[in-house]
């Protein structure tokens, strides 16, 4: 199935993150592009330059941006299989497989030094290898400024404004040296600092473009800062995604890119005692139900295993889970949420050139998703 024009068209590229794949440094991540992202991406999307979702933790950033010879062998690499790092993960920072996590994976947070200039190298390499490449436009995700605290009592501070700022203006002087336009989209997630679209869109506006705008710099700012919308994190807090699309264009405020990704979703007390099976210990897993049931930090949060759920009463769970797994039982996912948002995709919702990134960390076969939505986008469902 040849389908590579929804990446030549420019209407809406799609790619799958490699942070599903551990790599220990920029030679473990070569060999994640050569053996499992270009072969998959191929498979599913047939021939011409495909947009490869690349994670980048800050050594690899690093060499990539200080090391020309370096990155013109990365360069090489992705011309040989026909890939452009267009859309990249830099939420986490550093490696997040094998060992504990959890809240670490927010560190450093957006008012570090370390955070800034860990973004820049990495926006310095991408665009780079997109002038090289012939391509005008990458994204980078990442953190939503970092962790509200187990308490929920922490938020957003000025030092996390004005850093994203501060990018936002060496965006824009990467830009006139490049020609490349380079977006840092902020994720929202669970119990982060910005949890919600809705805040992130407000903190956005209130906080980054009044900054920018008093500067006199307001369009460099909404030129280079947006957001990322991820299906999982917008359905665990009970968001809508595709009205959040519109609440983006009321407000001004760009979509870098969509994380395409479902979450858990327990259905009573069955489906609480399913859940709770799912509990691990390197991720966070912040679950949500309504009203007053939760949020739980994580799925070893007490109060969740104390819990009497309703059989009405849902959980829904930061777990990512496979786009095309329906779940059974007590225990489902939100697929018909990710359905919907590719049928509003399809039917011409999204702004042109959006990429569309399948991003489930927790699942190495992530090829097969990147085929379900594939299909989904050309209509061939069958």
């Known amino acids: 199935m040849r389908i590579d024009a929804l990446h030549a068209d420019g209407r809406h590229p799609l790619t799958y993150c490699t942070n599903v794949h551990p790599a220990g440094d920029l030679d473990e991540a070569e060999a994640v592009y050569r053996d499992k992202a270009a072969p998959a991406l191929r498979n599913a999307l ?22 020309q010879g370096r990155l013109d062998a990365h360069f090489a690499l992705c011309e040989q299989l026909g890939v452009v790092p267009s859309s990249l993960n830099v939420f986490p920072m550093g490696r997040f497989h094998g060992d504990r996590v959890k809240q670490a994976v927010y560190e450093p947070t957006w008012a570090s030094e370390e955070r800034l200039s860990y973004s820049l190298a990495a926006a310095t390499a991408l665009a780079s290898l997109l002038q090289r490449s012939g ?14 605290g187990a308490g929920r009592d922490q938020r957003p501070v000025e030092a996390h404004a004005v850093n994203v700022f501060r990018l936002a203006l060496a965006l824009e002087a990467l830009e ?35 900054m920018a705008a008093s500067g006199g710099n307001e369009a460099a700012a909404r030129r280079h800062i947006g957001i990322c919308i991820d299906l999982c994190h917008a359905a665990v807090v009970g968001e809508d995604a595709i009205a959040a699309v519109s609440l983006c264009e009321r407000s001004g405020v760009r979509i870098g890119k969509v994380q395409v990704s479902a979450a858990i979703v327990a259905r009573g007390p069955d489906g609480l005692a399913r859940l709770l099976e799912y509990d691990e210990p390197v991720y966070l897993h912040q679950t949500f139900g309504r009203g007053d049931r939760g949020p739980f930090v994580d799925l070893s949060d007490p109060g969740l295993g104390d819990l009497e759920l309703g059989t009405d009463e849902e959980l829904v769970s930061h777990f990512h889970v496979p786009i095309h797994w329906a779940g059974q039982g007590a225990l489902v996912s939100t697929k018909d949420q990710v359905v919907a948002f590719l049928d509003f995709v399809e039917g011409g919702g999204l702004p042109a050139g959006t990429p569309l990134e399948v991003e489930t960390y927790t699942n190495p076969s992530i090829a097969e998703e990147l085929e379900f939505a594939a299909r989904y986008l050309t209509g061939a469902r069958g």
């Open 135 to 148: 391509i005008g436009y990458g994204v980078m995700s990442s953190l939503p400024l970092g962790f509200r």
């Open 176 to 210: 006139k040296k490049t020609g490349v336009h380079v977006v840092l989209a902020l994720e929202p997630e669970p119990w982060c600092l910005l949890e919600t679209l809705q805040e992130t869109v407000t903190w956005l506006v209130d906080e980054v473009m009044a």
């Open 46 to 67: 047939g021939d011409g330059k495909l947009c490869l979702g690349a994670w980048w933790p800050s050594d690899v950033a690093f060499a990539l941006a200080s090391d």
